[in-house]
Every structure is written in structure tokens, then in C-alpha cells.
């Protein structure tokens, strides 16, 4: 079982920035990946940004080179930092996480945050 603390949302003009974090607690052997969704009002969730457990990162084409998402290992948070945020920005943000509960378990389980708002005015 996890349990994931969201932080850093906002309000923010376009151009500026805002850093997300997300802390992972519970009982579990180990956090396989861990990323960042959002929905925005009347849209699908979408994938923002996820990194794997060897440093490999995804982002979607609408925010490369804008965000950048990282991890510690050690503490089991995940940030995603986000510059030159645009209106299109606007939605609610979700940190998930793929768990293994177990050494010996095959299974993965994924989790979700409560989400944190982020507004980007124009």
C-alpha cells in the first residue's frame, strides 16, 4: 500500500514556473517508476512526464523542453519542474506511482495522488 503527498501547485502568469513534488510512503519493497499526469476541464488525463528506475525519462511533446522531471531514490519523491508554463498548461496534476509491494511478488500496483491545481494565466 501507498500513499503519495502532492505539493507545489498554484497560480502563475504565463512564462513562469512551478515545481511539483510528490512523496511515496507505506508499506512496499521498492517504487518501480513514478510520473506525472493531468486533466484538464472537460479532457482526458494525459501523461506529462515519467522516469523509470534507471533515469529513463518520457514527456509528452507539448512539454519538452519546458519540464523537467527527476526522483530520489532515497526518499521516494518524484519533481517535475516546470518552466515557461503556458495557459494550455492549466489543469489538475496527478503524481502516480508503479509499486512492488513484495521482493519475491511479479505484481505491480500503481497508485495516484489527489492531484494538485495548476493555473497558468494569459
Known amino acids: 500500500q501507498v500513499q503519495l503527498v502532492e505539493s507545489g501547485g498554484g497560480l502563475v502568469q504565463a512564462g513562469g514556473s512551478l515545481r511539483l513534488s510528490c512523496a511515496a510512503s507505506?508499506?512496499?519493497?521498492?517504487?518501480?517508476?513514478m510520473g506525472w499526469y493531468r486533466q484538464a476541464l472537460g479532457e482526458q488525463r494525459e501523461l506529462v512526464a515519467l522516469?523509470?528506475?534507471?533515469?529513463?525519462?518520457n514527456y509528452a511533446d507539448s512539454v519538452k523542453g519546458r519540464f523537467t522531471i527527476s526522483r530520489d531514490s532515497a526518499k521516494d519523491t518524484v519533481s517535475l519542474q516546470m518552466n515557461s508554463l503556458k495557459p494550455e498548461d492549466t489543469g489538475v496534476y496527478y503524481c502516480?506511482?508503479?509499486?512492488?509491494?513484495?521482493?519475491?511478488?511479479?505484481?505491480?500496483?500503481?497508485?495516484w495522488g489527489q492531484g494538485t491545481q495548476v493555473t497558468v494565466s494569459s
Open positions: 502516480n506511482v508503479q509499486a512492488q509491494a513484495q521482493w519475491r511478488s511479479l505484481s505491480r500496483s500503481n497508485y
Open positions: 507505506g508499506t512496499y519493497f521498492r517504487i518501480n517508476s
Open positions: 522516469i523509470g528506475m534507471g533515469g529513463t525519462t
